[in-house]
């Protein structure tokens, strides 16, 4: 039995725990390109502000592009999921010395192994799902549902 029909639905179920953010107009960032159908997911829920956060993977690990105007906002970095963290930590060692009030990272599953690093990166570590061990994002999700670059900046431009 897998925890979400696809990554939208992801989102959708992510949503409702970020309820208490919104009261300080929180900016998410969406991982390009899995991140971007999470987000969508989301903002059929709650109604949150979506940029999109690009990072190169290479095989020496992944580094996160800065994003301009962060600065005294809270920021939460969505993604599809944490299987291993390089992503997650790429993103916040990119984003935390541009001064966000808040960081916080939002994801539908995240192990609870990489969780506990996690934790010392992000003020706050928000996911539904929380295995004790690390399995494929894959095993997760009913269709995983992954996009392209491309069709993940079409889908950013319908959310802004």
């Not at 994801?107 to 570590?125: K, N």
Request: hydrophobic share 45%.
């Amino acid at each position: 039995m897998t925890d979400f029909t696809d990554l939208r639905d992801g989102g959708r179920r992510l949503a409702p725990l970020l309820v208490p953010l919104l009261s300080q107009s929180p900016l998410v960032l969406a991982v390009l390109p899995n991140g971007v159908p999470v987000a969508a997911g989301l903002r059929e829920v709650i109604d949150v502000d979506v940029r999109g956060l690009p990072v190169t993977r290479s095989d020496d690990g992944a580094v996160a592009e800065p994003v301009e105007g962060i600065e005294g906002r809270v920021v939460i970095v969505v993604d599809d999921g944490v299987e291993t963290g390089t992503v997650a930590r790429a993103a916040a060692a990119a984003l935390r010395p541009l001064g966000p009030s808040r960081l916080v990272l939002a994801v539908p599953v995240c192990s609870r192994e990489v969780m506990s690093d996690l934790a010392l990166r992000y003020d706050e570590v928000i996911a539904p799902v929380t295995p004790m061990g690390r399995r494929a994002l894959t095993w997760h999700y009913a269709i995983f549902d992954t996009i392209d670059d491309e069709t993940a900046r079409s889908v950013l431009e319908r959310l802004s």
